[in-house]
């Protein structure tokens, strides 16, 4: 069944021994504010996208999800996950209009601190976002490139 599961990370997920940020990407994008959005899909992970800075790359990913659920889930259902408090998932940017285009179209948009081994790989802060969506090209979504 087709699936994505996106993630707003930083260079900690390097140092767990991932390959989808180089090491050399991983350190010039610390010191630039530059956050990678990687896409796990069908085991496999890679930097679908950047951003300038994390606010930035976090709205990205919840205007990803926007378009996902206005274009039709495979099931009514996104999960927002976050390394920290849950409480504070509501008050990450953009995350809003997401929660309101969600109601809006019957999906449940659940909300959950992401687990500690999670948390661990990808690092404290990181957001993570789950759906089940027909296939498409994930970087052209994130960039918004696609109507």
């Known amino acids: ?18 390959s989808s940020v180089g090491l ?20 496999e992970t890679f930097a679908a996208a950047k951003a300038r800075g994390f606010e930035t790359a976090v709205q990205r990913l919840f205007a990803y999800a ?9 099931a009514p259902y996104v999960c927002v996950s976050y390394a920290g408090d849950e409480a504070l998932i509501s008050q990450l940017p953009g995350f ?11 999906v449940e948009l659940l909300t959950c601190m992401m687990s500690v081994i999670g948390g661990a790989n990808i690092g404290p802060g990181a ?17 918004g490139k696609v109507a």
């Open 1 to 18: 069944m087709p699936w994505c599961r996106t993630s707003i990370t930083c260079a900690s997920a390097r140092r767990k021994g991932d």
């Open 24 to 43: 050399v990407s991983a350190l010039l994008g610390k010191a630039l504010d530059i956050a990678p959005i990687l896409c796990g899909h069908d085991g």
């Open 66 to 74: 926007e378009r996902r659920i206005r274009q039709g889930l495979l």
């Open 96 to 106: 809003d209009r997401l929660a309101s285009t969600a109601r809006k179209h019957g």
């Open 127 to 143: 957001v993570s976002l789950a759906l089940i969506a027909e296939p498409h090209d994930f970087a052209a979504e994130l960039s």
